[in-house]
C-alpha cells in the first residue's frame, strides 16, 4: 500500500444540455430521466456512496434545479404520506436523502466542455483527491465500479481512471488508454487519446467515465486550451498530468450503459427491471413475445 489520502469528495458534471432526448429534456434534466423508478442521476450517486463518498458535488447549469430540489426533502409530499400511513414510500424517500451539508451545487455557466466542468468544482474539493463520476453512464456490477477503483488506488495512490473494452471500431467515440505494465486490477497507462481518428488507437480499451484524480488537475485546467470538439478536454488536462503523477487504468468487468444516448437509456431500463423480483414476472413473457415477434 502506497501512502494516499483518502477519497471522501465526488463530483458529478450535471449540466449537459440533453439534446439527443429533446423533446423530453426540454423540461427535464437527462440526468433525471427514469430507469425503472430511480432518475439515472440516483444510480451513480448511489455508486459513490457504496464506495464511501462523503460528499457529492453537482456541477449544474441552468434549467437544472431539479436535481437539487431532488437530493432535498419534499415538505409537503413527506407530510401529505405521514398523513396516508404510506411508511414504505417514507422509508425510501429518507433513505436515498443525502446527509445535511453533504451534497453541494455550482454552476458551469458555459457549455465549455467536460474539462471546465470540472475545473468548476474547484473551490469545493480544495486541495484533496476526488472521484469524477460521469453521470450518463450507470453501470450494473457485483462491485460498483468506483468502490474497485477505490481498492486499486489505494495501493497505488495517484490517479485511477476505469476502462473497459470497446470493439476497434467504436474507438473514436471515447478517451482511449494505452496498456503498460498490469497491476492487480489493472495496468498501469502509458498514454491517452481523447476520440482517436479511426484506425489510430493505441489500444480498445476506453475510458468509461469514472476517474479517481489528484486536485493538481485544477491548476491544469485553468489554462488548459480547446481541444477536440472545440471543447475544454479533461483528457488533455490529463495527460500534462500524467507527466508528473502517475495514472492507473482500472479494468471494469461488469456492465456499463450509455443513458445519455437512446439505446443505451433503453437498454438500462429493461436490463435493471428484469432483475426485480416484483417487474420480472409482469415483463418477462411480454418481452419474450416481442423478441419473438421481431424474428
Ligand atoms: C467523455 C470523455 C471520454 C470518455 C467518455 C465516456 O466524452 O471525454 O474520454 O470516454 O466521456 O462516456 P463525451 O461522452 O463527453 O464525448
Known sequence: MVQHSKLRKAVFPVAGLGTRFLPATKAVPKEMLT???????????????EAGIEHFVFVTGRGKGVI?????????????????????ELTL????????????????????????????????VGGEPFALLLPDMIMRAEKGCLKGMVELYENTGGNV???????????????????????????????????????????????????????????????????????????????????????????FKGQTFDCGAKDGFILANVSFAIERADIRPMIEEPLKALLAALK
Not at 68 to 88: G, P, S
Request: charged share 25%; aromatic share 8%.
Open 93 to 124: 424517500l429518507s433513505g436515498l436523502l443525502p446527509k445535511a451539508g453533504s451534497a453541494s451545487f455550482t454552476r458551469q455557466q458555459e457549455p465549455l466542455g467536460l474539462g471546465h466542468a470540472v475545473w468548476c468544482a474547484r473551490d469545493i
Open 35 to 49: 430507469v425503472v423508478d430511480k432518475p439515472v442521476i440516483q444510480y451513480v450517486v448511489d455508486e459513490a456512496a
Open 161 to 251: 481512471i476505469a476502462v473497459e473494452e470497446c470493439a476497434p471500431d467504436q474507438a473514436h467515440k471515447y478517451g482511449i488508454v494505452g496498456v503498460g505494465e498490469q497491476l492487480e486490477g489493472g495496468f498501469r497507462i502509458t498514454e491517452m487519446v481523447e476520440k482517436p481518428a479511426k484506425g489510430t488507437a493505441p489500444s480498445n480499451f476506453f475510458i468509461n467515465g469514472r476517474y479517481i484524480l489528484q486536485p493538481e488537475i485544477f491548476a491544469i485546467l485553468e489554462t488548459q486550451e480547446r481541444g477536440a470538439g472545440n471543447e475544454i478536454q479533461l483528457t488533455d488536462g490529463m495527460l500534462k498530468l500524467a507527466k508528473t503523477q502517475a495514472f492507473a487504468g482500472y479494468h
Open 68 to 88: 437539487e430540489d431532488y437530493f432535498d426533502i419534499q415538505f409537503e409530499l413527506e407530510q401529505t404520506l405521514k398523513a396516508r400511513n404510506k411508511n414504505a
